[in-house]
């Protein structure tokens, strides 16, 4: 979901014969390698979405910053801030709330999964691991981003986001038009957001903003 502007670069014909599920991965595994992780995908305000059909599946990943979720970055500091963060998984969790389809797909959320590194589970007792439909709750795999403070003990500037993943089922995935996106009602902080589309005929990209909503197809 990282890397310099989906809009502007084009797959190669090889990527075109893979199974769009397994380009929806690649297209993850090249943004988290590339340059465009620590600069431009994590400009306050912008968020990002990976969307994808293939049979009768939708796939959708969504990525942003924690400002833009809770309106801060650090390890939480007080009770409050700590509920915040809970708020907003719970929140994620409801993919069916967020991303809204019409009805002739016959569409049903199957799994969601939500991942945020902005707390450490095991010192600060927050939910902000692999999150399931089903409730279930796993902790953090890792705390790579720990706080790091200077010489005066200052905490230093630090960037935490929060990731989801959904996947969903659709009877009739043809009748699949439109999906209106509630991203923008859920979470004000998020004022822009880049999405890359894939299907099994076409890749293009497309820019929501708090007046345009809604992904076409």
Not at 24 to 33: F, T
Not at 168 to 174: E, G, L, V
Request: aromatic residues 8%; negative net charge.
């Amino acid at each position: 979901m990282y890397w310099r502007r989906w809009g502007k670069i084009m797959f190669r014909s090889t990527i075109y014969s893979l199974p769009v599920a397994m380009v929806l991965i690649l297209l993850s595994a090249m943004a988290q390698a590339g340059e465009y992780r620590r600069h431009e995908a994590h400009a306050h305000g912008v968020a990002h979405l990976n969307v994808a059909i293939e049979g009768n599946r939708l796939y959708i990943e969504f990525s942003s910053p924690a400002a833009n979720i809770v309106g801060f970055e650090h390890r939480p500091r007080t009770q409050d801030q700590k509920g915040a963060i809970q708020a907003a998984i719970q929140k994620l969790k409801k993919g069916d709330k967020l991303f809204v389809l019409p009805p002739g797909p016959r569409s049903q959320l199957e799994t969601a999964e939500v991942d945020t590194d902005i707390d450490d589970h095991d010192s600060h007792g927050t939910d902000s691991g692999h999150v399931r439909k089903d409730n279930d709750h796993h902790a953090s795999e890792d705390s790579h981003d720990k706080d790091h403070h200077d010489a005066d003990g200052h905490e230093n500037e630090r960037h935490s986001e929060f990731k989801a993943k959904y996947q969903f089922s659709c009877d009739n995935p043809k009748a699949l038009s439109h999906i209106q996106v509630k991203l923008f009602q859920a979470f004000p902080g998020i004022e822009h957001i880049e999405v890359q589309l894939v299907t099994e005929q076409r890749q293009t990209a497309q820019d929501l903003t708090q007046k345009e909503k809604t992904i076409r197809f």
